[in-house]
Structures are given as structure tokens and as C-alpha cells.
């Protein structure tokens, strides 16, 4: 119980100068902000209802205490381009994006756990070679790339993808899979490779403890030894670090939605860029690191249920 | 307790037949991870620094009479909708990348290196309640999306796009800098230093620095394939350096126009962006694998 309460008290300052960052973003804008919304050609008058509108003619620390008091009422304002509310435009791109980020952990588990316990359980061996090799070239192949290859090899050559277009899942899921099996591939073996890498570090060191000796000893076969002994022990700092991996993967979303036109979070954030609407930039930034905060503070709640040394040792961790 | 007189060995060894597809005794021994990727590298930077002199064309040349040309003895890689040659600017894309991505790890370094070493050194309310967590809000940012909303409000351009990706980058470099320096602060010189009459500034800076620097190059060769990586993204979506300078990303960005008329537009930039990623990633691991073979 203690940890828990540390680690809550330990999220409120970083709540707080989360909010100070995504409040800044908008200041740091080069001139004012509604002169450059409105172009050149913008009469003062224009500018100054727009300033007021945006709040920008008040002081800052008024701005900021405004912007944070319709924050903690769930309103992260009003998109200065669709003129709609920021968070019912996240809410209607959002379920996107989850699907997109649950499909690719499903790929990504889907390669990573035969491939890391093969590896863990062959050290030494090519085929240990072979799996980290693949595993260094998936960390590194970037997934928007091997999006456009994809689009290129199975919708451009061979047609076996015939609609791109996103079809909600509860509309059509034969649609739906079609148009999501190509991007949560993409973006899944590069989190295969991180995930691989992860669980064949811990898995080989699960194997040299005590307990898998003594299952040896017991007389087990292989398979259970691993599977049944040392891979629920290897999945415990797993779990942690795929926690920090949710940053990564909602970042490689961004641009993967980019590239296959998915109206998911991530092209909400890409388009407001490009049309200068800066409160749902703001919006949209703020959600992905409450997400990761939200993510990562869960993870590590679940981590000291799991592991009773997290809760015994104690102690505030910067 | 290990009962066992080689821990490192697991049973699953011990136990296993002779392993017979065992690789030769010199690739096991040596570094392979250190010695590709140094070799990669080198590769890279050298393109990088010679690009003027070995491109059979410029990067900005504009041939009508050659659009489109599938690869050929006249140009490799084939030309784009311009007709440019697309070896030629992979060759100056190969610049773009590296000068971003080395832009962006000093602003990254150069933040988060004092940072990290400043909070490691004076600890208490500062650098539990104020640095590392300032640290943490940073980090709770996807890194891409932070480089992107940075570089939206900052405006395109490769100084903007240094500044994004180098912000992104500063908790990496703060908390090795951190880490190192709490290994650093209980060991003799450091109170000899003191002894002496140091400053803390000179403490931190002329005598815990150098002895930190090792992981702190290791974080920085990672980084500089995230760098790339992120870099290419940005300019992917219009946000970096501005046509007609050469970059991998708007390469691949426009190429997705010409799938079906170009393909290999899409493949030889794409090719030349893993080149450089996998180069860097594997001399970090490399150096990382050197490192803790020395310390053990």
C-alpha cells in the first residue's frame, strides 16, 4: 500500500509540469499565434477577436489557470479549424488508434515469444545468431517504410489487398481486418524485435536461477521447465518495459495511420499540424502522454502486485 | 545462493548435447556487433563527407528527357518525377540525415548532460521533485509526437527539427548522466577534489564528467539511430528540411505517389535509412557488449 501511495504522490509533479509543457507549446509559436492562423491579411480587429477568443490577450498565468480549470473539467477547448469540441474529436479518432495498438501487440507477440524463447533456449547456437540478427534489423527497419513496401507488394503487384479504405470492425470485420492486417504488421515486428530482445535477455537469465535447477532435477522435460517455470518469472520485467514500449508505439502509430490514411488519433494530431490548429495539437499531445502516464502508472501498480519485492522494498525511485 | 561453480552457464547448457551449430571460435570471441557496425559507420560518414565528389550528378538536377527511369548503367537507382538522380540525392539525403540527427543528439547531450549530472550531484528535494520529474513529463511524450508538435509550433526547417528531436532526446542523456554521477559521487577522488578546495562546478564538470563519458557515448550512438529514424519521419510529413534539399524521408514521401509507375523509388531510400539505423544500432550494442565484457 505504501508504494502505491508513493507512486501516485510521484505522478502529481509530473502531472503538473506535463500541464505546463503542453500550456507552453502554443508561446512557442514565433509572433502571435491568431496573426499567423489568419494570414497577412488579417485586419487588427480579426486578430484581436481571435487573441480573445484563444484567450491570448489575458496574462499568462490567468491563460494558464483558465486552460487548467476546463482541463480538470474534461474540456480541452475548441478546434479553431472544425470549431468543434477537442475532446469529442480524440473520443471519435481514438477507438482507431486502440485497435491499431492492439493489433500490432497481438503480431508483435505472435513473433516475439516463439522467437525469444528459441533464442533463450539455444544460446550459443545460429539459430540464436539468426533471431537476434532478425531482431536488430526489425528494431531498426523504420515501420512507416515497410508500411509503403507493404502497400507496394500486396496492394500495387499482387492485389491481394483491395480496400484500404477503414471500415469500422463492428460494421464489417471481414473489412475491417482487411484494411488493418497491413498497418499492425508494420508497425508490429519492429515491437516484435523489442519485445524478442527483452524476453530473451530475462528468459536466459530466469533459466541459471535455483528454481529451474531444481526442476531439472525433478526430472521435467524441456518444455516444461521453460514454459511452465522460467517463462512466468522472465515475463515479470517483460511486462515492465513494455510498458515504456507503449511511448514508442504510440509515436510509430502517428505516422503509420499517416501512411495508410486510417482516421485514427494519430493523423487527428498530423492533420490539426497542418491546418495550425494548435488547441487540438495541444489536445491531442496531451492525451498521448497521459495515456503513457496512465499506462505506465497501471504497469507498475500490477508490477508490485506481482512482485512482492516492489512492494517490501520501498523506498522513492527517481 | 548458486550451487553451481559456473553461474553463468544455465542448466539448459549443461544439460544439452554438444551444440553442433556452434559458429567459428573467432566470430564468438570477437565483437561482431562492434566491428560491422564501426565498418557502417565509417561508411556512412565517409558518403556522407565525399557526397559532393562522388555523386555522378547533383542532387537538384532536373532532367525532363529522364523522368521516371527504372535503375540503369546511367542511373543506378533509377530518377524520380524530375528526372533527378536518385543515387545523387541518397547521397546528399545521406547528409541531411547525419547533419540533423548530429544537430539534434547535441542539443539532447547538451541539455541533458548537465541536467542529469547537476540533479545526480546535489539529489534531495531538487532533483526528486523538480528535475526527474520534469524528466518524466518529458518522456511521458511519445517521442515522435513530441518532434512533431515541437516542430509544428517551431515552424519546418533543420534547425527546428534539431531543436524537436533534441528535446525528445534530453531524458535519455539526463538519466545516464544521473546514473553515472550516483556511481560516481561515493569514490575517493571525488573527496580529494573536495579536499582540495574544488568548486562544485568543477567537481561535476573537470572531474566526474570524463568518468562518465563512456555510457554516455554508448546513449548517444543509440540515440543517433533514433535520431535517423526520427528525422526521416519528420520529413516524411513535411516538417523537416524544405524541397528541393535532398532527405530520405520526403524522398520516400513523394515516392508513394509513383508506386505503380516507380517502385523503386520507395526501396532505395527506404534501403539507405535501415543502412544507417542498423549501422548505428549495432555499434551502440557493440560498445555496450565491449563495455560490460571490460567491467565483469
Redesign the interface.
Known amino acids: 500500500m505504501r508504494y502505491v501511495i508513493q507512486r501516485l504522490i510521484t505522478t502529481i509533479p509530473v502531472l503538473f509540469f506535463l500541464s505546463i509543457m503542453v500550456f507552453s507549446f502554443i508561446h512557442l509559436i514565433p509572433g502571435n499565434p491568431a496573426e499567423i492562423l489568419l494570414g497577412q491579411d488579417a485586419t487588427p480587429q480579426a486578430v484581436h477577436a481571435l487573441d480573445a477568443q484563444m484567450g491570448l490577450n489575458r496574462p499568462l498565468l490567468m491563460q494558464y489557470l483558465g486552460w487548467l480549470s476546463n482541463l480538470l473539467r474534461g474540456n480541452l477547448g475548441t478546434s479553431l479549424v472544425d470549431h468543434e469540441s477537442v475532446s469529442q474529436l480524440i473520443l471519435q479518432r481514438l477507438p482507431v488508434t486502440v485497435e491499431l495498438a492492439v493489433g500490432t501487440m497481438v503480431v508483435a507477440i505472435l513473433i516475439a515469444f516463439p522467437l525469444g524463447i528459441a533464442a533463450a533456449v539455444m544460446r550459443g547456437r545460429v539459430s540464436e545468431f539468426v533471431a537476434m540478427f532478425a531482431a536488430t534489423i526489425g528494431i531498426s527497419v523504420p515501420p512507416f517504410w515497410l508500411g509503403i513496401l507493404f502497400l507496394l507488394l500486396f496492394t500495387v503487384k499482387f492485389h491481394l489487398v483491395t480496400n484500404s479504405l477503414y471500415v469500422p470492425i463492428w460494421q464489417s470485420p471481414l473489412k475491417n481486418l482487411e484494411c488493418m492486417l497491413l498497418p499492425c504488421i508494420a508497425t508490429g515486428i519492429r515491437e516484435a524485435a523489442v519485445l524478442l530482445r527483452m524476453l530473451r535477455s530475462s528468459l536466459t537469465d530466469a533459466l541459471g536461477e535455483d528454481f529451474v535447477r531444481t526442476a531439472w532435477a525433478k526430472g521435467l522435460r524441456g518444455s516444461a521447465v521453460t514454459l511452465r517455470h522460467a517463462l512466468p518469472n522472465a515475463l515479470v520485467p517483460v511486462l515492465t518495459a513494455s510498458g515504456l514500449q507503449i511511448a514508442g508505439l504510440l509515436g510509430g502509430l502517428v505516422i503509420t495511420e499517416q501512411v495508410f490514411s486510417l482516421p485514427g488519433f494519430g493523423q487527428l494530431l498530423v492533420q490539426s499540424v497542418f491546418s495550425r490548429d494548435y488547441t487540438t495539437v495541444q489536445g491531442t499531445a496531451l492525451v498521448a502522454a497521459l495515456i503513457v502516464i496512465i499506462v505506465n502508472l497501471l504497469i507498475d501498480l500490477m508490477y508490485s502486485r506481482i512482485d512482492p519485492r516492489i512492494r517490501t522494498d520501498g523506498g522513492m525511485e527517481a | 545462493m548458486?550451487?553451481?561453480p559456473e553461474?553463468?552457464?544455465?542448466?539448459?547448457?549443461q544439460?544439452s548435447a554438444p551444440?553442433r551449430?556452434?559458429?567459428p571460435r573467432r566470430l564468438?570471441l570477437a565483437n561482431p556487433?562492434l566491428v560491422i557496425g564501426s565498418i557502417l559507420v565509417f561508411f556512412i560518414l565517409g558518403v556522407t563527407l565525399l557526397a559532393p565528389y562522388i555523386s555522378p550528378y547533383g542532387p537538384n538536377q532536373v532532367n525532363y528527357s529522364a523522368v521516371l527511369q527504372a535503375p540503369s548503367a546511367h542511373h543506378w537507382f533509377g530518377t524520380d518525377q524530375l528526372g533527378r538522380d536518385q543515387l545523387a540525392r541518397i547521397l546528399f539525403g545521406a547528409r541531411t540525415s547525419m547533419e540533423v540527427s548530429v544537430g539534434s543528439l547535441v542539443v539532447g547531450a547538451g541539455i541533458g548532460v548537465p541536467v542529469g549530472l547537476i540533479?545526480g550531484y546535489y539529489r534531495g528535494f531538487l532533483?526528486?521533485?523538480?528535475i526527474?520529474?520534469?524528466i518524466?513529463?518529458?518522456?511521458?511524450?511519445?517521442?515522435?509526437?513530441?518532434a512533431?508538435?515541437?516542430a509544428?509550433?517551431?515552424?519546418p526547417g533543420s534547425r527546428n527539427a534539431m531543436i524537436a528531436i533534441g528535446i525528445g532526446l534530453v531524458p535519455t542523456f539526463a538519466r545516464t548522466a544521473?546514473a553515472q554521477m550516483l556511481q560516481e559521487l561515493g569514490k575517493d577522488y571525488i573527496d580529494a577534489a573536495r579536499v582540495a578546495g574544488c568548486t562544485h562546478a568543477r567537481i561535476i564538470f573537470r572531474h566526474i564528467l570524463p568518468n562518465a563519458l563512456t555510457p554516455i557515448i554508448v546513449q548517444a550512438t543509440l540515440a543517433m539511430?533514433s535520431s535517423i529514424?526520427a528525422e526521416?519521419?519528420l520529413e516524411?510529413?513535411?516538417?523537416g528540411v524544405q524541397p528541393p534539399t535532398a532527405s530520405w524521408g520526403s524522398m520516400?514521401q513523394s515516392?508513394?505517389g509513383y508506386?505503380?509507375l516507380a517502385?523503386w523509388l520507395?526501396?532505395f531510400p527506404?534501403l539507405a535509412?535501415?543502412l544507417s539505423?542498423?549501422s548505428f544500432?549495432?555499434l551502440g550494442?557493440g560498445i555496450q557488449r565491449w563495455l560490460n565484457r571490460k567491467i565483469s
Open positions: 548458486s550451487l553451481v553461474p553463468h552457464l544455465s542448466p539448459v547448457e544439460t551444440a551449430n556452434l559458429p564468438r556487433s540533479a532533483d526528486t521533485w523538480i526527474m520529474r520534469i518524466d513529463a518529458i518522456q511521458a511524450f511519445p517521442f515522435l509526437i513530441l512533431l508538435v515541437l509544428a509550433m517551431l515552424g544521473r539511430a529514424v526521416a519521419s516524411y510529413l513535411g516538417l520516400l515516392a508513394q508506386l505503380q517502385p520507395v526501396v527506404g535509412l535501415v539505423v542498423v544500432n549495432l550494442d
